[in-house]
């Protein structure tokens, strides 16, 4: 039952906050901080009893009960060591949220904490469940808090931005539940009973033909909600327009659902389709790396280069798993958890200087740290991060996925590697100007530094950031079984050559040796 509290309480809190009466701002506010505290001390006896040895799902910890059996659909839960690292990613970052938005958020405050909290319910389900229809439950059940989060708590464009974050992700939905269906029929006239069991679709084997199809669904759907370059272009709108809690679910959350997907579902239930696409998918992600990084070096809104500075990271993230190996994938796994963690937090910096001065301009800065040396400390280590430092904790899924793509192809590898040096061109020049130099602006000369909530918002986020830069093994050792697991499962069902394969052939100018005579 561990799992079920663990996706639940959230929203038991969320029904608690609607009998408060709406006048007590500051009793919803600590009722939606303890729901979230509460929930992520629950990850603590979850770590403990995880079985960090197996390939596959926790069986030990899985829950299963029939829901319609008509249909075939239950409320079926699974963990393993991918899932595990996102359910404590998601509690740690909806806690930080709930924090960060005591003084950001004074209107309507009992209907933003019961979003927030019934968002969070959502993110979870997606990581636990393990039958589709369930998945497909919590999936959508994600869509509508983040709409009315943007849409009424957002900035000058918040409408334009929450209808086009929420067409974007409803179209991906509507094709992605099409594929479900097809599946569902497909199994259930194999076995001659109905189930959406992940373990049932595991152990198919559609044709050829019918898995690229299917994969091109399911990875539309995932494909938008990562974003990969071109279905990004609701993200930097959503990232700028949506309050800062907004900009830390979406980017350290709900990005990773679209990932997550991914190698759930897409990878391990149509191997052969994957194989067929992933050329394609490469080079998508290659001109996002670029693209992203180009895109973010442009801007004179931070928090619009934080936005752009995601698809860039998002590129580098699925490339590393498209090298379909151990290294790859646990490095794109890793690097969903960094990003998660520096991303969050740089917009968590980006909003506590918003609300000192309402502006995000770069121009409108300069030599804040001689103001702000907390802020300027706290800035700088999460910004270390986002570019990979040695120490830090991007360095290692920077180096993993890296090291995943050198052994499938260097061309691959040397153009994704350039993401990281933009990466540090303009994290690195958006800091110097807004923190060294003489004060170019009176209003920034009486700026407070940061007050101990803002400390106790940060802290956990660079304490991570500082633990998996120096000691990744423990984060390997969770991770790497799952990566295993994937790359077996799609190993036992493929049929067609890997794209590795067809791009040598490609490009191979040596002729074909002739066949001996051996008529003499």
């Known amino acids: 039952m561990l799992l079920t509290f663990i996706i639940f309480i959230p929203l038991l809190g969320a029904a608690f906050l609607a009998l408060l009466p709406r006048s007590n701002d500051r009793l919803i506010r600590d009722s939606a901080l303890a729901t979230a505290l509460l929930d992520l001390l629950l990850c603590l006896p979850l770590l403990f009893l995880f079985d960090y040895t197996a390939e596959g799902f926790d069986k030990a910890l899985a829950e299963s009960h029939a829901w319609i059996p008509a249909l075939g659909v239950g409320y079926s839960l699974d963990i393993d060591g ?5 359910v404590v990613l998601t509690c740690l970052l909806s806690f930080v949220s709930v924090l960060c938005s005591f003084s950001a958020i004074t209107d309507r405050v009992k209907e933003y904490y019961f979003l927030l909290l019934m968002l969070q319910t959502g ?14 439950v919590f999936w959508e059940l994600m869509l509508v808090p983040m709409y009315f989060l943007i849409g009424v708590w957002g900035h000058e464009h918040r409408i334009y931005a929450s209808i086009k974050f929420f067409l974007y992700t409803a179209f991906g939905s509507a094709l992605m539940m099409i594929a479900i269906l097809w599946v569902y029929f497909a199994a259930w006239n194999a076995a001659g009973t109905p189930s959406f069991a992940l373990d049932r ?3 198919m084997s559609f044709s050829v033909t019918a898995q ?11 494909a938008i909600k990562m974003p990969l370059f071109p279905f990004h272009t609701w993200l930097p709108y959503a990232h700028t327009e949506a309050p800062t809690a907004g900009s830390v679910i979406l980017a350290g959350v709900l990005l990773k659902t679209g990932v997550y997907g991914f190698l759930r579902f897409a990878l391990p239930m149509f191997p052969d389709g994957a194989v067929f696409f992933a050329p394609t998918i490469m080079i998508l992600a290659l001109i996002g790396i670029v693209y992203g990084a180009l895109t973010a070096m442009a801007q004179s809104d931070v928090k619009r280069l934080v936005a752009y500075s995601s698809v860039s990271h998002m590129g580098m993230l699925l490339a590393g798993i498209l090298a379909f190996n151990v290294e790859g994938i646990s490095g794109g796994i890793i690097q969903m958890l960094n990003h998660g963690l520096s991303t969050g937090g740089l917009f968590l910096i980006v909003g506590i200087i918003y609300e000192r001065r309402h502006t995000r301009e770069v121009s409108e800065f300069g030599g804040l740290a001689a103001i702000m040396p907390v802020y300027a400390a706290y800035f700088s280590i999460i910004m270390l991060s986002s570019i990979g430092l040695p120490g830090l904790n991007g360095f290692i899924g920077e180096f993993l996925i890296l090291l995943g793509l050198m052994g499938k192809s260097i061309l691959c590898t040397a153009i994704a590697a350039t993401g990281v040096i933009f990466g540090a061109c303009y994290m690195l020049r958006v800091y110097q100007k807004m923190m060294f130099g003489p004060v170019r602006v009176e209003a920034n000369r009486g700026l407070s530094d940061l007050n101990a909530r803002e400390i106790l918002t940060l802290l956990p986020l660079v304490l991570f950031c500082f633990w998996i830069g120096l000691n990744p093994r423990p984060l390997q050792k969770t991770i790497e079984p799952s990566a295993r697991n994937i790359v077996r499962i799609m190993a036992e069902h493929q049929t067609q050559p890997s794209w590795v394969d067809r791009w040598s052939a490609m490009v191979s100018a040596e002729p074909i ?3 001996p005579d051996r008529s003499r």
Do not use: I, N, Q
């Open 212 to 222: 690229r199809w299917l994969f091109a669904a399911f990875f539309l759907a995932f």
């Open 513 to 515: 040796a002739p066949e």
């Open 201 to 203: 679709f595991y152990e």
């Open 123 to 136: 993110m979870l389900g997606t990581f636990l469940a393990s039958d589709l229809f369930l998945f497909f």
């Open 82 to 86: 991918l899932s595990l690292v996102l």
